[in-house]
């Protein structure tokens, strides 16, 4: 069974810091695309930020400069580091991996983490 599991999520004054983290475990014979999403109350789910196999990265223009995405793949885990928060980043934080799982004729599928809460105080 494929898990990903997010921590680090939190309450924090504007201009602080977090970093979250994302551990995928199962029966995984390839990671494509990792990324992270979020979605915020009344709005549609949102990439913030994404990192090819190959370490290509990717960020949404509102966190360009003060988000960074990272991955370890010896551990399976990406990280999303938060630097100079704002109220307007608070939101459910989700992470998404693209995996191929069971058979390596298999298709690679897109797999969610059940998200975790960041909240940002002005």
């Known amino acids: 069974q494929v898990q990903l599991v997010e921590s680090g999520g939190g309450l924090v004054q504007a201009g602080g810091s977090l970093k979250l983290s994302c551990v995928v475990s199962?029966?995984?014979?390839?990671?494509?695309?990792m990324g992270w999403y979020r979605q915020a109350p009344g709005k549609q789910r949102e990439l913030v930020a994404n990192i090819t196999s190959g370490g290509r990265t990717n960020y949404v223009d509102s966190v360009k400069g003060r988000f960074t995405i990272s991955k370890d793949y010896a551990l399976n885990t990406m990280y999303l580091r938060m630097n100079s928060l704002k109220p307007e980043d608070t939101a459910a934080y989700y992470c998404?991996?693209?995996?191929?799982?069971?058979?390596?004729?298999?298709?690679?599928?897109?797999?969610w983490g059940q998200g975790i809460q960041v909240a940002v105080a002005s």
């Open positions: 199962g029966r995984i014979l390839s990671i494509s695309t």
């Open positions: 998404n991996a693209q995996l191929r799982v069971g058979d390596w004729a298999a298709p690679l599928h897109d797999y």
